[in-house]
C-alpha cells in the first residue's frame, strides 16, 4: 500500500513530477539518486512499501534479480559499465529512507572515499549476491 508520508511510495506512484522514471513496470520503478556516489547512482525502488531487505523472505528471490536485471540494462543502454559497479542494499538502522531499494553504482572504483564507506559490503550494505544468499536462509 502506498504510504503518502513515504517519499518512495509516492515517488513509484509516479506523484513526484521533478523525479524522471528511466524504468517503470508492475513491480518497480528506477530513478536516479539525488545524492550520487560516483558518476552514475541509480535505485530500483519497489512500487510496494517494505521497509527493507528484512521484510522480504525466499519468495522474493525473482523480484531482487528482476531488479538488478533491469539496473544492468539501464547502465549498459547508457554506456556505462556494469563489470565496475555495485549492487546491493542498506540495512536497518543506516537507511535514509526507510522503502527498500536496490542501489545501483558505476564505476565502483571512482567512488568517493566517504562514499566507499556508506557502501562498502558489510553489517549494514549487503550486494545483491549477499541479499539473496540472505533472503535464500529466510522463510
Ligand atoms: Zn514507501
Ligand atoms: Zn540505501
Given at each position: 500500500?502506498?504510504?503518502?508520508?513515504?517519499?518512495?511510495?509516492?515517488?513509484?506512484?509516479?506523484?513526484?513530477?521533478?523525479?524522471?522514471?528511466?524504468?517503470?513496470n508492475?513491480?518497480?520503478?528506477?530513478?536516479?539518486?539525488?545524492?550520487?556516489?560516483?558518476?552514475?547512482?541509480?535505485?530500483?525502488?519497489?512500487?510496494?512499501?517494505?521497509?527493507?531487505?528484512?521484510?522480504?523472505?525466499?519468495?522474493?528471490?525473482?523480484?531482487?534479480?528482476?531488479?538488478?536485471?533491469?539496473?544492468?540494462?539501464?547502465?549498459?543502454?547508457?554506456?556505462?559499465?556494469?563489470?565496475?559497479?555495485?549492487?546491493?542494499?542498506?540495512?536497518p538502522?543506516?537507511?535514509?529512507?526507510?522503502?527498500?531499494?536496490?542501489?545501483?553504482?558505476?564505476?565502483?572504483?571512482?567512488m568517493?572515499?566517504?562514499?566507499?564507506?556508506?557502501?562498502?559490503?558489510?553489517?549494514?550494505?549487503?550486494?545483491?549476491?549477499?541479499?539473496?544468499?540472505?533472503?535464500?536462509?529466510?522463510?
Open positions: 500500500m502506498a504510504d503518502d508520508n513515504c517519499i518512495f511510495c509516492l515517488i513509484s506512484d509516479g506523484r513526484i513530477p521533478s523525479t524522471v522514471l528511466e524504468v517503470e508492475d513491480d518497480f520503478v528506477i530513478f536516479q539518486d539525488i545524492k550520487p556516489a560516483s558518476q552514475h547512482h541509480y535505485l530500483a525502488v519497489t512500487k510496494k512499501h517494505y521497509a527493507s531487505l528484512k521484510d522480504l523472505n525466499k519468495s522474493h528471490d525473482s523480484l531482487v534479480q528482476l531488479m538488478e536485471n533491469a539496473l544492468k540494462d539501464l547502465l549498459v543502454s547508457k554506456g556505462v559499465s556494469v563489470d565496475d559497479a555495485l549492487f546491493g542494499f542498506h540495512l538502522p543506516f537507511i535514509t529512507v526507510k522503502h527498500l531499494h536496490m542501489h545501483a553504482i558505476s564505476p565502483r572504483t571512482q568517493t572515499f566517504l562514499s566507499k564507506m556508506i557502501f562498502r559490503p558489510s553489517v549494514w550494505f549487503k550486494t545483491v549476491d549477499e541479499a539473496r544468499i540472505y533472503l535464500s536462509q529466510k522463510e
